[in-house]
């Protein structure tokens, strides 16, 4: 490698063209090499050849720490045609934000970004806002936070829009770089803003993703005054997981696999068979979703 490398953070991709923070502080849109193997996303440390003038390319994407995956279905390639998708690169943890009702709280989603967070070795934080909203959900949020934290995910409940809301989930993050995941409006740019300033989507960022919309089209990196980072993702719909075995979603499920031991059956399914113990332990509605989700994996 010659001189003219330098190493650079990806802080967003759009249109074939990369905003990349040199470790001068300066931002650069860079254009990728040919030759790279896959496509750079946000967090992704790369090496990058500067030319002449404000150009800049990718050459190297360094081995990522760990991954945020999941499987996309493509369009374009006929409806059984999935592709796996890497969202976010190098976060520590991968805040999942949920809202109490509008749009309303699903564990099934929460749950499959729980188990791809977990394979992709990042930690777990669930936020749920909307505090204000509480009495439109279908579940109490307290019931919720005490199943996640049952099985280690520290969660809060929290009106994002409000100076307490933030400094709550400020602390729940701490210095890390965490990666913001959930659907779309239930809060998570108002909570990015909120925890980075407010005003710090501009130079390279800006130029590649024409910010400023009400929803999020593009993965963005901002950092934080604690001297973390935010990875503010689109909102999404669906989220498959990739790569993921029943063995994986046994070790997300801790508690179930823990109770399973002690049913009466070793094949037990946990639908209601006599001397269940997981049925006994778990919550019914976690059941429900680990059952899903087990169900989603063994189909063809
Ligand atoms: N009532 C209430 N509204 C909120 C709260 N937090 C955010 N909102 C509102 O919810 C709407 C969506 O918020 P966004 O921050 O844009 O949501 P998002 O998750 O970034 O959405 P996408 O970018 O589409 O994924 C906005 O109108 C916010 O003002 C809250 O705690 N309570
Ligand atoms: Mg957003
Ligand atoms: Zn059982």
């Known amino acids: 490698m010659n001189a003219t ?7 967003a991709v759009g249109g074939g ?3 990349v923070r040199l470790q001068s502080g300066e931002e ?9 193997d896959r496509r750079p996303v946000v967090g992704d440390r790369v090496e990058l050849l500067l030319e002449a003038e404000e150009g800049a390319r990718i050459d190297v994407i360094e081995p990522r720490r760990t991954e945020l995956r999941r499987q996309r279905r493509m369009q374009s390639e006929g409806e059984r045609a999935m592709r796996e998708q890497v969202l976010a690169a190098n976060a520590d943890c991968v805040m999942i934000v949920a809202s109490i009702a509008d749009p309303p709280l699903r564990r099934g989603l929460i749950d499959r970004i729980l188990v791809a967070a977990w394979m992709g070795g990042m930690e777990v934080c669930l936020v749920i806002t909307k505090q204000d909203l509480a ?3 279908d579940e109490p949020p307290a019931v919720v936070l005490a199943d996640y934290a049952a099985i280690g995910v520290r969660g809060v409940l929290v009106d ?22 959930g659907h779309s409006g239930v809060g ?6 909120a925890l980075t300033g407010g005003s710090q989507v501009t130079g390279a960022i800006h130029e590649l993703s024409g910010r400023g919309r009400h929803t999020t089209s593009t993965a963005v990196w901002l950092d934080t005054p604690e001297g973390g980072a ?3 993702l689109p909102g999404i719909r669906s989220f498959s997981l990739a ?7 046994a070790d997300a499920f801790g508690d179930i696999a823990d109770a399973a031991a002690q049913c009466r059956f070793n094949d037990c399914r946990h639908v209601g068979e006599a001397g269940c113990a997981v049925i006994e332990a778990v919550d019914p509605i976690r059941v429900a979703s680990y059952r899903k989700l087990l169900a989603e994996l063994t189909q063809d």
């Open 5 to 11: 490398h330098v190493p650079g953070l990806v802080l």
């Open 17 to 19: 063209l990369v905003a």
């Open 28 to 36: 650069r849109i860079a254009k990728l090499a040919g030759r790279l």
């Open 135 to 137: 009495d439109r959900g």
């Open 160 to 181: 994002v829009r409000t100076p307490a809301g933030t400094a709550t989930v400020r602390e729940l993050i701490g210095t890390r770089v965490v990666a913001v995941i």
């Open 188 to 193: 998570k740019s108002t909570l990015v803003n």
């Open 230 to 232: 935010l990875i503010d």
């Open 243 to 249: 790569g993921v075995t029943a063995a994986d979603l």
